[in-house]
């Protein structure tokens, strides 16, 4: 079983920045395949930003060059640092991981099999 908990969520205005934390369990963390996912209101989630088990990444256009995803292996942490905030970047935030093996990233939802409650993100204008 793996457990994830989310960190770090708030409100803030337009421009600001948060980072986001997820505290993963499991014996072999390293090796997950970690996402970060959001929900707003009446809409799909959606995949925000992904990283692999040999550290490589990818994220969604919308965010790009505004969210970095990282992840400390000796903490067993998932990391969002999102920057320049924009209303629509406002939704539920959500931490998600995949034990087993996989080549590259992913940011589709049916890709991952465990995810965290989720923690609320909100940029006002």
């Known amino acids: 079983q793996v457990q994830l908990v989310e960190s770090g969520g708030g409100s803030v205005q337009a421009g600001g920045s948060l980072k986001l934390s997820c505290a993963a369990s499991?014996?072999?963390?390293?090796?997950?395949?970690m996402g970060w996912f959001r929900q707003a209101p009446e809409k799909e989630r959606e995949g925000v930003a992904a990283?692999?088990?040999?550290?490589?990444?990818s994220c969604a256009d919308s965010v790009k060059g505004r969210f970095i995803i990282s992840k400390d292996n000796a903490k067993n942490t998932l990391y969002l640092e999102m920057n320049s905030l924009k209303p629509e970047d406002s939704a539920m935030y959500y931490c998600?991981?995949?034990?087993?093996?996989?080549?590259?990233?992913?940011?589709?939802?049916?890709?991952?099999?465990?995810w965290g409650q989720g923690t609320q993100v909100t940029a006002s204008s």
């Open positions: 998600a991981a995949e034990p087993r093996f996989r080549v590259g990233t992913t940011l589709l939802r049916q890709d991952y099999t465990y």
């Open positions: 990283i692999d088990s040999l550290g490589r990444t």
């Open positions: 499991g014996p072999t963390y390293s090796s997950y395949s």
